[in-house]
């Protein structure tokens, strides 16, 4: 019997109830921190104005990152394990799932620690940021929330 339960993680308020389109990440070894900046999909362009974000995207740190890990959409152990994944509150349109995800009692952690040894799943939290192609697996030690490090605004080319 699978034990993994996947939740809705919200990083900020008014963030909008888009889908996701892309994320960049950077790793600095030197303090442990993971940098994630997240685009929203803007489906203004698939001509769907009302769905246009009023922000490109988010900038969110995972510090005492314990492990990280991208998957392509199809490769992603949530898609294999058939876990429920949140979906998106409002109807949109090519929407789907909500892009940000606490998985608890994780069954990628349990692996992770196995094959680690120097720590156990039940001192690390799992943090998953889930594009349209591409699913984040983030482990942080326990207790380390992601923090919502501000808006990446649109450019004027946009």
Excluded: C
Aim: proline share 6%; glycine share 6%.
């Amino acid at each position: 019997m699978r034990k993994d339960q996947a939740v809705r993680w919200v990083p900020t308020d008014e963030l909008p109830e888009l889908p996701l389109a892309a994320l960049d990440l950077s790793y600095d070894a030197s303090q442990n921190l993971l940098t994630a900046h997240v685009y929203f999909r803007d489906l203004s362009a698939a001509g769907l104005p009302q769905f246009e974000p009023h922000i490109r995207g988010l900038t969110i740190a995972f510090n005492n990152v314990e492990a990280f890990k991208a998957y392509e959409e199809y490769a992603d152990p949530i898609y294999a394990a058939g876990d429920d994944v949140p979906l998106l509150t409002e109807s949109v349109p090519f929407g789907g799932t909500w892009g940000f995800i606490q998985m608890l009692r994780s069954s990628w952690l349990e692996r992770l620690s196995i094959r680690n040894g120097s720590w156990s799943a039940e001192t690390a939290s799992h943090w998953v940021v889930k594009t349209g192609d591409m699913v984040l697996h983030v482990a942080t030690r326990l207790g380390t929330a992601p923090d919502f490090k501000g808006w990446v605004e649109k450019s004027e080319q946009e």
